[in-house]
């Protein structure tokens, strides 16, 4: 019985704190439910980086692959073009009467280059002057009609590479070859003749390189040349027989890069490269989804995290909430207590109703008096805010002022009298201009005066950290300002900006005329701020230990409570490039009330 008693005490405890708005019971679906929204928001974008970066990887991939292949193809047809190049060097053997020379020097190059096939000199006229190897030459080849010839001979000494064909120099040999065909021009006594040089290299060649490149199973590159002929292509055959397409004038018409689209539902990833200066293409084609072969494990993994950071959740949902909720239990019996006047609070029992309800009928009967507190708290706020803003102008950052005495201490103590006596006059300096006779309007001149005695300290202080130069033209020293404007600008410039870069810092000063408008301008090269910190600068109080405390908003808030809505400070910044603050006050007759 005793038991069954305890039991129902239990179950009438759990459904107690569960019930429905309870602040447990609020606190626990409150946290489950955006945590879970969380969770779930992360794994998507988590998902969506990773897919993304795995294509990115996966094209990176290809064009890494296709550069190595691309420079192979280069490097075979650079060594065309310089023996091209060679052949053009000692053509001078034609107009001296010798050609052993050249003979000799092809000879050799093709001994050498076992994926040089032959090396021939044609007449304008198409006839054989001399060729490597020295075969029986195929009488029925005839050359002048080819338009390799024809463009050769039209264009001296610029290149032409052939699409893959069948050599047709030699009797009983016909080579798979490509063919650079270039025409020269030389000087005779008689007049100058035409010449038409070509080197035939083995096609295999250009084969191997190609037919290696693996881009996943299904991926392959191919190679046209700038009239979108086929130089290579794994099923070349098949696409001349009408059984495969390729998209070949869009490959030609389309510029170097990366492409991706989608065909019949899958993501292709087309990457274009140009081959050295023959005027080849080179494309690769490769299967998103079949290189980032473990997306789909990547998934599954995705929906056990979510799932077990889904159960976590929940559990420390109610952990916490029961943890959150428990000290506003106690709170509401404390509550109730000291309302009858019963302030012996220790270990009091639940007694059923609503919480929130308890403490919100105790948090009114509480309230009449908190508001008389609050209204004379108010007044006293309003006052004490009208003394600080009038009071701004004279506050000297506290660390400012100990950091200067502390550096003229150890100048001092290591002998070093000019930086004493040179800090320790910027800083008279500083205290005359800032004291100023209880005036608030002073002279442009003891403005930028008191800002240029702020730097030096500052300089002094940090070891040359940064540089300055001051643009104050002579005819505007003399007209009125408010005081303390530029060192708050200056102090966030240094400690907020450039004090957090690696180079040298630089600040520049300038005032200026803009029509009835006198202009402050201060510039560094720092660290720069956010567009999101920039939007919201004026909405708080700078809470940095260095702030003197008047800081942006509240010289911004001195400028327009002096002068009117229509003047203040506006910034203009970049991260990673600086900041640019500009002041903007009436141009007044200079005094010094």
Not at 301 to 320: D, E, K, T
Request: hydrophobic share 40%.
């Amino acid at each position: 019985m005793g038991k069954r008693i305890k039991n129902n005490k239990t179950l009438q405890s759990i459904s107690r704190i569960f019930r429905f708005g309870s602040i447990q019971s609020v606190i626990t679906l409150s946290f489950a439910s955006i945590s879970m929204i969380a969770m779930l928001l992360i794994g998507i974008v988590f998902y969506s980086s990773f897919s993304e970066n795995a294509r990115n990887n996966a094209t990176g991939s290809t064009t890494q692959i296709m550069n190595q292949t691309r420079l192979n193809l280069e490097y075979y047809l650079d060594s065309m073009i310089e023996i091209s190049n060679t052949i053009e060097h000692n053509m001078d053997s034609f107009t001296s009467g010798s050609i052993e020379r050249l003979e000799d020097i092809l000879s050799l190059t093709l001994d050498i280059r076992e994926d040089i096939e032959s090396i021939t000199l044609y007449a304008d006229t198409g006839s054989i002057l001399m060729s490597v190897p020295d075969l029986k030459f195929d009488t029925n080849m005839v050359p002048y009609d080819q338009d390799w010839f024809i463009f050769a001979a039209a264009n001296p000494f610029e290149y032409i590479f052939s699409t893959p064909h069948v050599q047709r120099i030699y009797q009983d040999i016909r080579p798979w070859v490509v063919t650079l065909s270039r025409g020269v021009v030389l000087d005779f006594p008689e007049g100058r003749r035409n010449y038409i040089s070509t080197v035939d290299m083995n096609f295999s060649r250009i084969e191997e390189v190609c037919s290696q490149v693996a881009l996943g199973h299904r991926g392959y590159i191919y190679v046209i040349d700038g009239n979108g002929k086929i130089i290579y292509h794994p099923q070349q055959q098949l696409i001349y027989a009408g059984l495969r397409d390729e998209d070949i004038q869009k490959a030609l018409s389309s510029e170097t890069g990366s492409y991706s689209e989608k065909i019949n539902g899958e993501e292709i990833s087309t990457v274009i490269m140009d081959v050295g200066t023959s005027g080849w293409k080179m494309v690769g084609v490769s299967y998103v989804d079949e290189i980032v072969r473990n997306r789909r494990n990547f998934n599954n993994l995705i929906v056990v995290i979510l799932l077990v950071g889904l159960a976590f959740i929940v559990l420390a949902s109610v952990f916490m909430s029961y943890k959150i909720s428990q000290p506003i239990l106690r709170l509401e019996n404390q509550m109730n207590r000291i309302e009858k006047g019963d302030f012996n609070v220790d270990n009091l029992e639940v007694r059923g109703e609503d919480e929130v309800k308890q403490l919100t009928r105790s948090f009114n009967l509480m309230i009449e008096r908190i508001r008389g507190l609050m209204s004379q708290i108010i007044s006293e706020q309003e006052a004490k805010r009208k003394n600080e803003l009038k009071a701004l102008q004279a506050q000297i950052n506290p660390h400012f002022l100990y950091n200067t005495l502390d550096s003229i201490i150890w100048m001092n103590e290591n002998k070093n009298h000019e930086g004493v006596s040179a800090m320790t006059a910027a800083l008279a300096k500083l205290f005359r201009i800032s004291i100023s006779k209880g005036n608030e309007i002073i002279l442009v001149s003891e403005e930028i005066e008191h800002a240029i005695s702020y730097l030096t300290i500052q300089k002094m202080r940090y070891k040359n950290k940064f540089v300055y130069t001051i643009d104050m033209p002579e005819e505007l020293s003399g007209f009125s300002t408010l005081k303390l404007l530029l060192q708050p600008i200056i102090e966030n410039a240094i400690y907020h900006g450039i004090n957090n870069i690696p180079d040298e810092g630089k600040i520049d000063i300038s005032v200026s005329r803009e029509e009835d408008a006198l202009v402050y301008k201060v510039c560094d090269n720092g660290y720069g701020i956010t567009s999101d910190k920039l939007k919201n600068i004026f909405m708080k109080e700078s809470t940095s230990r260095h702030s003197s405390g008047v800081g942006l908003k509240n010289v911004n808030e001195r400028i327009k409570l002096y002068y009117g809505q229509d003047y203040g400070i506006e910034i203009d910044s970049e991260p990673e490039v600086g900041t640019t603050v500009y002041i903007k006050i009436p141009v007044t007759e200079g005094n010094n009330e």
